[in-house]
């Protein structure tokens, strides 16, 4: 069984950085990519970034490039989004992923374990 929890989530002010956190129980963390997703409301849920199980390969959607950045611990289990720059349209519900065999990272289907999510708000 896999579990991911997020945290770090809360209301920041347009420019303002927040780092996001997903723990993950599991004992082959080494083995999965990891991704970020987002859903907005009213809006389908989109791939923000993933990094594969080495952390050697990084993927950002072109939003969010320069100012957000996906990193693991594999020590700790962990996964960060560390987002600076924020922007009100990044508001929305956070949620890691994970899974194995990712051949497509920004589709969400390919991810068979999802956390709770974590709620971001960037006032304007």
């Known amino acids: 069984q896999v579990q991911l929890v997020e945290s770090g989530g809360g209301l920041v002010q347009t420019g303002g950085s927040l780092r996001l956190s997903c723990a993950v129980s599991?004992?082959?963390?080494?083995?999965?990519?990891m991704g970020w997703f987002r859903q907005a409301p009213g809006k389908e849920r989109e791939f923000v970034a993933a990094?594969?199980?080495?952390?050697?390969?990084?993927y950002n959607r072109d939003s969010v490039k320069g100012r957000f950045t996906i990193s693991r611990d594999s020590a700790k289990n962990t996964v960060y989004l560390q987002m600076n720059s924020l922007k009100p349209e990044d508001t929305a519900v956070y949620y890691c992923?994970?899974?194995?065999?990712?051949?497509?990272?920004?589709?969400?289907?390919?991810?068979?374990?999802w956390g709770q999510g974590t709620q971001v708000t960037v006032s304007s």
């Open positions: 992923a994970a899974g194995g065999n990712i051949r497509i990272v920004g589709l969400s289907n390919q991810y068979a374990y």
């Open positions: 599991a004992r082959t963390f080494s083995g999965y990519t």
């Open positions: 990094i594969n199980w080495s952390g050697g390969s990084i």
